[in-house]
């Protein structure tokens, strides 16, 4: 069933304007404002760092994303798809959240998330610390009821608390199980790497129902491998994918908070990505991006060409239900 959808507007032309002016949007896509105030996927900033551990500086992470993204090309031959054309993508800003108080923050991003989701947008978010992630499952768990979710980590990010908080950026998933918004027969980490505080630890995160693919069973077991396995787990239900950018190898990924050695490579991740096609992804985050260490936007260009594969995947699934 077809409803007639207006053309998407694209991105900016760089064959006519060059790529390096104007101020920046992701992928030179119209803002959210430029395209009547809906679209299908809404590519939105949490500037949000105030739940870090360790290195601060994830609330630059959305315009430093934006800027390494002027380089994206409209047509994605990975996926055999030009995925501006498919489906309406724009920039819907960023969500202001307060640094000095992170349960309000909290509250803030879920209540600005529902509204987008309540316009029909898929959501693809550029953070931020990963304490962003139990928000915005949330929001989507009001949606569409407990989501499959793929969580791509050097952490695990099922800690317990910080200091007493529970709201941080090692705790996110912790959270969201004992909400009971996630499918725990669908949970998966990929790149867990790195000491932990101990081997309870992985005992408390099997409980919680999360397998782990290591960043060593990338290598060893290829990423065709993994992806299917990860398609076989998640099968048709609808499916958040968690990014944090530290699950690359610092080499990289440079500019990020907490940083861990013998990480998987931007190829592994956009492969293992591209063959998640075909999901039923209903958003996803992209966080922990911290570009006061990266270094000639090694970080961000990963972190922009992540979020575009993100973004094509959610296309392709909503041109092909356009076109039935
Ligand atoms: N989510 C990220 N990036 N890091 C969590 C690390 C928590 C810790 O310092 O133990
Ligand atoms: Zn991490
Ligand atoms: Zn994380």
Known sequence: ?????REPVGPIDSSRIPRYAGPATFARLPRLDEVGG?????????????????????RFGGNAIREASRLLRPYNPAQDASPFALAQVADAGDIAANPFNINEA????????????????????????????????RSVAKKHGPVALL??????????????????????????????????????????RGPLYGKKDLDDDAKMGFGIVTSADVMRRGVDEVADQLRQRIGDRPL????????????????TGTPEAGGITSRELLEILRGLAG????????????P?????????????????????IMSRQIGAQRSL
């Not at 898929?122 to 139990?134: E, P, Y």
């Not at 958040?240 to 500019?255: E, K, T």
């Not at 936007?297 to 094509?312: D, K, Q, R």
């Open 1 to 5: 069933m077809s409803s007639a959808p």
């Open 151 to 192: 969580h791509f980590d050097a952490h695990l990010d099922t800690w317990d608390t910080y200091f007493g908080a529970e709201y941080t950026h090692g705790t996110p998933f912790r959270r969201a199980v004992e909400e009971g918004i996630l499918d725990t027969s669908a949970l998966s980490h990929v790149g867990t």
């Open 38 to 58: 809906t679209a299908d996927v809404a590519v939105v900033g949490v500037p949000f760092d105030s739940g870090v551990s360790y290195r601060p500086g994830a």
């Open 106 to 137: 909290v509250e803030t991003i879920e209540a600005a998330a529902d509204d987008l989701l309540a316009t029909g947008a898929r959501l693809m978010t550029l953070g931020g610390d990963h304490t962003i992630a139990l928000p915005l499952l």
């Open 292 to 312: 006061a260490y990266d270094h000639a936007e090694i970080t961000s260009v990963a972190a922009s060409h992540t979020a575009y594969e993100l973004t094509t």
């Open 279 to 290: 999901c039923h992804l209903v958003s996803a985050d992209l966080v922990e991006v911290a």
């Open 240 to 255: 958040y994918i968690s990014i944090d950018i530290d699950v690359l190898d610092p080499a990289h990924a440079p500019g």
